[in-house]
């Protein structure tokens, strides 16, 4: 088994690594010393359709630390996140903390995620898919943020 995780996942709190190495699970990427920008040319230069693809990572990225994941938790997610990409997010992240839906966007995209149409919208579409709060994160979209709820995170 393989997995795609390259260079520069090395310095963020990756608990998924710690597994895949307990697992046995190839990282030939990582393994290779290839960073993100260069899997990037190398994805372009042999004309694969993904090589811009936004990074997009596991779906368990966007609980907090030691919150239950289910499949229930991972479906409002993962449909919440895709309303916003409907709606022309098309970086974005929808954390979990309990009942609370932490929306990070680009700090740019904010004022267009508060408009009274498409925030009206988003609320009502996250709270059908269960969430009992409806947030937008003010720092805006970042990589790694739930490692801010761990004991020494900022």
């Known amino acids: 088994m393989a997995?795609?995780?390259?260079?520069?996942?090395?310095?963020d709190y990756r608990p998924g690594l710690k597994a895949a190495a307990e697992l046995s699970?190839?990282?030939?990427?990582?393994e290779a010393g290839l960073r993100k920008n260069e899997i990037r040319m190398i994805s372009k230069a042999m004309?694969?359709?993904t090589w811009s693809k936004p990074a997009y990572a596991c779906l368990a990225s966007r609980f907090v630390y030691g919150e239950e994941i289910t499949e229930e938790k991972l479906y409002m997610i993962d449909q919440a996140e895709q309303f916003l990409i409907e709606h022309g997010f098309?970086?974005?992240r929808v954390r979990l903390h309990g009942n609370i839906a932490r929306i990070e966007v680009p700090a740019k995209d904010i004022p267009k995620l508060v408009e009274e149409d498409i925030r009206e919208s988003v609320y009502k579409r996250f709270t059908d898919l269960g969430f009992k709060f409806v947030t937008i994160d003010m720092k805006g979209y970042r990589l790694g943020s739930m490692n801010a709820t761990l004991n020494n995170g900022k």
């Open 90 to 92: 098309l970086e974005e």
């Open 47 to 49: 004309g694969l359709p």
């Open 25 to 30: 699970v190839k990282s030939p990427l990582r």
């Open 3 to 11: 997995e795609g995780s390259n260079v520069d996942d090395i310095g």
